[in-house]
């Protein structure tokens, strides 16, 4: 990850070999980690002040706060926050348009916000707001930046370049013209080079500023795109990353606060949620159902990391147990997608596995004794059998909502987006009597069969050592395991660990390590794996930063698909992969 302290150092490197730099920002911004919404967004606007932003244009997560609290925002922050389709009482709530004249060169800059934004935050939140027609804002702009004389005009969009929007970049590129370049956000669609449509040039960078994109735009009128990474540009601003360290201590006293409490033990352990019916998980599941109303809650177990015991709870006790500043989606799915999921769920029990689903909605029973892919017994929505044909809404997190652990809800409509979890667990918490949670409810049940209660002492035994083998593996434990298999007395655990330690150095060792780091760890250790660069098309999101180690690993036959990013590993897992790389 890049992270702003590389976008500062790449700006200054530009700016000292003599180039004009304009610094944009494509949104939803403000809005997501911790860092971000324990202060409302206001240590990200302090944060881009600090690197150097020209300007910006708001995502539909960057109204999560309330549209007010953005207007707010948009006054801390030196720099114009842009939209020029934002529509309040006739007029827009922001800026439409900015010039910015260096070097003798006029910039007319405009921003343009996705009209999906009115279900993809929390109606409250844009009460009063209506969203125009990106096409028809673009066109306006493009009239009235090209009146002021300018050189060059760049809409900074929020669209995205995604089929199923209505409203994309490459539609306002394809129906308007006098647009040098898009800087587009929303879809986190990746184009290496840009996207070139008519005279206009699109460029998107992903997310999570993974990668740092730039344009380069010559006095002839040439225009080029491309992305620089952590492997071409590793360079960071220390004054930056002090700042970030600084804020976070700060933050300390802010995530020390009491911000809800609950009269019950909330069972977050690992062989609870990833193998059983949790109240936890219920609870969690309830939320997205309380704040979205949508007919079902599926949630991958492994998104909840630990207990929360009863008693006051610290948001720093919420972001222990919820570390991935996920948010809520709504998703249109048939019976036969839900159906999908559950057995994609169950398919690893009795291993401790992310994908088991915790539930809401509906009440289910799966037997653990028949094949993968036939272990759901019975499913009922409101007191009805579930109905392979019927569509129905279900309320996931964004990393299920991307394909994660289930495949097939990916490619199913979304109907929303809502704010972050922890934020919508919150309110849920506080606006509802948790002593119903003293205990499972049995919405979520295993079918004991015969075969099980007659398990001989010799299988039990089995049993206990296949489970004690399911210990999930520590990231201190397997960058040893690599070194010991490796036997390349050049190799050193700085090669391996690069980018997994915090901003201090620390490997943090005693962390369970995740699937897709223990990936990216091996890749590193074996330089002389045969290494293809055909591309793989993966079933599951993978994070860019990880693609081409996970590619790698795929086409030398050391993993196969679907990659569970999230899942933690256990040491038979890892031994078998190393075993496989060493033959």
């Known amino acids: 990850n890049m992270g702003f302290a590389g976008v500062s150092a790449l700006k200054k490197e530009y700016e000292k070999a003599g180039a004009t730099v304009l610094l944009l920002d494509a949104g939803d911004t403000l809005h997501g980690l911790p860092f971000a919404t324990v202060e409302e967004g206001e240590s990200i606007v302090s944060l881009m002040n600090m690197v150097g932003y020209d300007a910006m244009t708001p995502g539909n997560h960057d109204f999560n706060y309330g549209y007010q ?330 990393y299920v909502a991307s394909g994660g652990d289930y495949t097939e809800i990916q490619n199913c409509k979304t109907v929303g987006e809502y704010s972050s979890m922890i934020e919508i667990i919150v309110d849920y918490m506080e606006n509802t009597d948790l002593s119903k949670y003293a205990t499972t409810d049995g919405r979520l049940t295993m079918i004991e069969t015969a075969t099980e209660q007659e398990t001989t002492i010799e299988q039990e035994t089995v049993t206990v050592q296949q489970r004690k083998d399911q210990t999930p593996v520590t990231r201190g434990e397997v960058v040893e395991m690599i070194l010991e298999k490796a036997e390349n007395e050049s190799l050193k655990k700085e090669d391996i660990i690069k980018g997994y330690g915090t901003q201090d150095g620390d490997l943090k060792e005693q962390q369970p390590i995740t699937k897709i780091e223990c990936i990216v760890m091996i890749d590193r250790a074996f330089a002389d794996l045969p290494k293809t660069e055909e591309s793989v098309s993966f079933t599951v999101a993978v994070p860019q930063w990880a693609e081409q180690a996970t590619n790698h690993l795929i086409n030398a036959g050391i993993i196969t698909q679907p990659i569970n990013p999230q899942d933690t590993m256990t040491k038979t897992e890892v031994e078998a992969m190393l075993d496989d790389i060493v033959a």
């Not at 177990?301 to 207990?307: A, E, K, L, P």
């Open 69 to 398: 609290r953005l207007l707010e925002l948009a006054e801390m922050a030196n720099f114009p926050i842009l939209s020029a389709n934002c529509i309040k009482d006739d007029k827009t709530i922001l800026p439409e348009n900015t010039i910015i004249e260096k070097n003798g060169i006029r910039y007319g800059i405009f921003g343009l916000s996705t009209p999906e934004t009115a279900t993809a935050t929390n109606p409250k939140n844009i009460e009063g707001i209506t969203f125009e027609n990106p096409v028809a804002a673009a066109e306006k702009q493009i009239a009235a930046l090209e009146a002021e004389n300018v050189d060059h005009i760049i809409a900074i969009s929020h669209l995205g370049t995604a089929q199923a929007s209505e409203y994309t970049s490459k539609r306002v590129a394809e129906e308007t013209k006098g647009i040098d370049v898009i800087i587009d956000g929303h879809s986190h669609t990746v184009l290496e080079n840009g996207l070139t449509v008519g005279d206009t040039l699109i460029a998107s960078t992903g997310e999570y500023i993974n990668s740092i994109g730039v344009v380069v735009l010559d006095e002839e009128g040439n225009k080029e795109a491309f992305l620089v990474n952590a492997e071409t540009f590793s360079q960071k601003d220390e004054d930056v990353i002090k700042y970030i360290n600084d804020e976070k201590a700060n933050q300390d006293t802010l995530l020390s606060e009491v911000v809800t409490t609950t009269s019950v033990d909330l069972d977050g352990t690992r062989n609870t949620v990833r193998t059983k019916e949790s109240n936890f998980g219920n609870l969690v599941c309830d939320a997205f159902l309380a704040e979205t109303g949508a007919d079902v809650a599926i949630l991958n177990g492994g998104t909840i990391r630990d207990s929360i015991k009863a008693g006051d709870i610290t948001q720093k006790d919420l972001i222990t147990v919820f570390p991935f500043g996920n948010y809520v989606v709504t998703k249109e799915v048939s019976g036969a997608v839900i159906l999908q999921a559950l057995e994609e769920g169950f398919a690893g029990y009795p291993d401790e596995v992310g994908a088991f689903p915790q539930i809401a909605g509906m009440k289910v029973q799966f037997d653990p004794s028949k094949e993968v892919g036939e272990r759901v017994v019975s499913v009922e929505i409101d007191g009805k059998e579930l109905d392979e044909n019927t569509l129905y809404v279900a309320a996931v997190n964004d």
